[in-house]
């Protein structure tokens, strides 16, 4: 498992974008960056405002898409169909 100290910044805010991301499951990024969820709050707090913080809380707590097991069988996918390709922090070009 990676420690936060070992993420690039390029990494730590794709970390934070995925996690701010309502289909993003925290498996997914467990399974790119091998951080738990419990290592992603930790890192949301450590890099985000206090109040950011509290909003983004609020927001994930209870999300059915953000944990794999609780997610509805319809959702097959990551992201939003609207949302533009991402890779390596940057929009990607069509």
Known sequence: MKKQSLLTSEQI???IEMAWE???PFDA???QFGLKE???IKLMRSEMKSSSFKMWRARVQ???TKHLKQRDN???RFKCSRQKGIS???ISKR
């Open 88 to 90: 390596n922090n940057k």
């Open 22 to 24: 309502d289909r993003t």
């Open 13 to 15: 805010d794709r970390v």
């Open 74 to 76: 319809t959702v097959d």
């Open 62 to 64: 209870g999300r059915k």
């Open 38 to 40: 419990e290592a992603v």
């Open 29 to 31: 990024i467990l399974l």
